[in-house]
């Protein structure tokens, strides 16, 4: 579908907050089908840089698969390119960006002239859930979709509703793995909560409820904050 935005509105910058299979990557793409705010997950750029077999994404490999978060230069470097296109001149849904204090000051300067973080929303689900989320989690190699074997499973075991690509299980989605990326989690990113707090952008939102409540809940603060109104629309709605 294509979407078009009323021209006064300013960028929408959204940091989707929450442990490693929190549902930040569910959430994000439910978001994004909804009112086509880009979709930028730093997760997916370092694995589609793995799948091309680039530079970037062997030595991304070498922090992932230990659980570890990627340097900061080529992670940064990455996230501005990104930005830079032209389909974020509304603004992103951003997914796993920024995940420690350096991060959140480059986001800052990537943003200065374009209105800043507008919402954080953190979703909140515990380690145990985690858990059982991520080691049940499988993804399509051809789209990106995320399933769960148990909790949202596709159609025929193994094989994508959308596309029919073959679903398959993360290498870093091993348990001692997820154990080093929840470590990482609670060391680096969590700090990012109370900074958020305090510039007022912070939305905590229960991430044990099914996903479609879920995204009720997020679309309920959104449109809350006033800020629904400044998303991207289907071009057939407005003409
Ligand atoms: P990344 O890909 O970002 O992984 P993550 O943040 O650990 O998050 P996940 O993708 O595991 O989970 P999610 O919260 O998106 O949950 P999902 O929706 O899939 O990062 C991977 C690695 O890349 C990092 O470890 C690091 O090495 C590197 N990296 C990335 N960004 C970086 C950065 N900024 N700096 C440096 N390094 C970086 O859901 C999980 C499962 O639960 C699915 O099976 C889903 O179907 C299910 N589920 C979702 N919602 C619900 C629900 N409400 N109820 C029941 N089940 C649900």
């Known amino acids: 579908m294509k979407f078009t935005r009323p021209m006064a509105n300013p960028p929408l910058f959204l940091v ?15 978001l994004h089908e909804r009112i086509g705010l880009p979709h930028v ?4 750029l370092f694995r589609h840089h793995l799948k091309n077999n680039t530079p970037l994404g062997l030595l991304a490999r070498q922090y992932m698969d230990r659980g570890e978060l990627v340097p900061d230069g080529v992670t940064v470097d990455m996230v501005a390119d990104r930005l830079a296109q032209s389909d974020a001149a509304c603004g992103a849904i951003l997914d796993g960006f ?4 350096a991060q959140v000051v480059a986001l800052e300067a990537m943003l200065a002239d374009r209105g800043g973080v507008s919402l954080a929303p953190l979703f909140a689900v515990s380690d145990e859930e985690v858990m059982r989320r991520i080691t049940g989690r499988r993804t399509c190699r051809l789209c990106g979709a995320i399933y769960h074997i148990e909790f949202n499973p596709p159609k025929q075991p ?8 073959e679903l398959y299980q993360r290498d870093d989605d091993r348990p001692e793995t997820v154990e080093k990326r929840l470590y990482v989690y609670y060391k680096q990113t969590a700090p990012l909560i109370g900074y958020y707090f305090a510039k007022g952008v912070l939305a905590e939102i229960d991430g044990t409820q099914p996903p479609e409540a879920v995204q009720a809940a997020l679309l309920q603060v959104l449109t809350d904050r006033g800020l629904l109104a400044r998303m991207p629309v289907p071009a057939a709605v407005t003409g």
């Open 158 to 165: 193994g094989v994508c509703d959308a596309d029919g690509g």
């Open 41 to 44: 997950s730093t997760g997916d």
């Open 16 to 30: 989707f907050l929450g442990p490693p299979g929190s549902g930040k990557g569910t959430q994000a793409r439910l």
């Open 98 to 101: 920024p995940r420690n204090l």
